[in-house]
């Protein structure tokens, strides 16, 4: 079974740009989320989609905006780039949503788009 | 207050030796699942190992061990026979069952396996 994909895997922007990632689940996953990692922040959660539904927000600005189509596909958009937006974006999928899904819960990543803004 | 807090920044070890790596958690909810990550310089994350808080055996994936102490509130991940492909950072994680599935991470560790 593939694994969860990540396109672009690289992306060089200026500031003020606005960027589009992509993210396939595993085949079956219905529940994606996303994340951004920084050496100065670690990871933190952006937003979790299942079922074309966005079901957690992280603390992020509005220029950070997501979406789930019905074959679980996401996509994350950051309007505005700036400097600090400057991360590896991940993406991870799992089976289920649910809080008592125990090891379905399970969040597979991809391998992430590095996003460099200018 | 941290949800998962790892303490150690950066670990060494032999080659072939066993290592700890520590982490220690907080929540309130009875219910949650416990997770390691393995990140190489690739930047991809690794699923290693889960432990449910309602597991009374110690999970257990290969080399991979998670030594749960529930009432410490701790899930230290134990690696034994360790490998040069095994230096990476690590990730403890946990999901609160209110929280739906929205992880948190801890900051990481850093291990470097010696020859």
């Not at chain 2, 597991?55 to 410490?72: C, H, M, P, V």
Request: charged share 15%; glycine share 10%; net charge positive.
């Amino acid at each position: 079974k593939a694994g969860v994909t990540q396109t672009p895997r690289y992306l060089i922007k200026t500031r003020g740009q606005q960027v589009t990632l992509s993210c396939s689940p595993i085949s079956g996953h219905r529940s994606v989320s996303w994340y951004q990692q920084t050496p100065g922040q670690g990871l933190q959660f952006l937003f979790e989609y299942f079922s074309e539904t966005q079901r957690n927000k992280g603390n992020f600005p509005g220029r950070f905006s997501g979406r789930q189509f019905s074959n679980s596909r996401s996509e994350m958009n950051v309007s505005t780039l700036e400097l600090g937006d400057s991360a590896l974006y991940l993406c991870a999928s799992s089976l289920l949503f649910s809080g008592t899904s125990g090891k379905m819960g399970t969040q597979y990543f991809g391998p992430g788009t590095r996003l460099t803004v200018l | 207050a941290q949800k998962i807090t790892q303490t150690q920044p950066g670990m060494f070890v032999q080659e072939k030796e066993a290592v700890t790596l520590d982490c220690t958690y907080d929540t309130s909810d009875q219910s949650y699942g416990l997770f390691w990550y393995k990140q190489p310089s690739s930047g991809e994350m690794i699923f290693l190992i889960y432990q449910g808080s309602y597991d009374e055996q110690n999970a257990t994936e290969g080399r991979y061990s998670l030594n749960f102490q529930k009432a410490r509130k701790s899930a230290n991940l134990v690696i034994s026979a360790s490998q040069l492909g095994d230096s990476a950072m690590y990730f403890c994680a946990m999901r609160e069952g209110r929280s739906g599935n929205q992880f948190y991470f801890g900051t990481g560790t850093s291990l470097t396996v010696i020859p």
